[in-house]
């Protein structure tokens, strides 16, 4: 058996998953686009310029992409998070404001939370989502 998350871009954030990806690999280290699909011409779910199926690694783990045209009833949550967690505080840190800048959002500044408000994951924490609608957890190991 193997798990794999899926990310499935609707409403607003559709039509915006292969720039997402793109920008995702460009940023994690490790990181590529295996493969992508688009629907074909008058095929149900979509239209040619959108992704019906993606695969693409971020540090050599496998994500799975799709986005459809339908009108959903649902978009990404905040309580559905990508958990990352690194002892290189600079990388921490790189990823944290590339993700949460030009259209992102900060939830959970990336700090020091040890007393009043420690998170209990390590060092640093910090939450955030991107422009897309992701979100995405950082912690700084020891």
């Known amino acids: ?6 990310l499935t871009f609707v409403g607003d954030q559709c039509g915006k998953a292969e720039e997402a990806i793109n920008f995702y690999t460009s940023i994690f280290p490790n990181s590529e686009i295996k493969s992508i699909t688009k629907y074909r011409q008058g095929e149900a779910g979509g239209t040619p310029e959108l992704i019906k199926h993606g695969v693409f690694t971020l540090n ?18 905040h309580a559905v998070s990508i958990f990352i967690s690194d002892n290189s505080d600079d990388l921490i ?23 009043e408000g420690d998170y209990g994951f ?21």
């Open 60 to 77: 050599g783990k496998d994500y799975m992409v799709s986005e459809s045209n339908y009108n959903h009833a649902w978009t990404f949550t």
């Open 1 to 6: 058996m193997t798990t794999t998350t899926f």
């Open 122 to 142: 390590g060092e640093k924490f910090g939450w955030c989502q991107d422009k897309y609608g992701i979100s995405w957890q950082f912690v700084l190991t020891e």
């Open 93 to 115: 840190q790189t990823l944290f404001e590339e993700l949460s800048s030009n259209g992102g959002q900060v939830m959970v500044p990336l700090d020091n939370y040890n007393g």
